[in-house]
């Protein structure tokens, strides 16, 4: 359903996600929406990229350390019903 909603996980770790993120919207504006609009704090690619990197404006990074399997699909949820 994530890939649908036209979400891309980049990767995974121990301790967290990248996310491509579908919205004509830089990454930084995004994250802060998705706090007010969806309850998700994340950050914003931007700070993992060298300045400039057009890659980072499309990017997130989620930590889910310590959320269980019903914690990730309510992250799905919530970022899935985030429209543009």
């Given amino acids: ?6 979400w891309k996980l980049l990767g995974c770790g121990a301790y967290f996600a990248y996310l491509e993120h ?10 802060q929406r998705l706090v007010s609009e969806a309850g998700v704090l994340l950050l914003p690619g931007t700070m993992f990229t060298p300045p400039g990197d057009p890659a980072g404006r499309r990017q997130l990074r989620v930590a889910f350390a310590n959320v269980d399997a019903e914690g990730i699909r309510t992250l799905i949820a919530r970022l899935a019903a985030v429209s543009a």
């Fill in 1 to 6: 359903p994530l890939a649908a909603q036209g």
């Fill in 22 to 31: 579908p919205f004509d919207l830089p990454s930084d504006a995004l994250a």
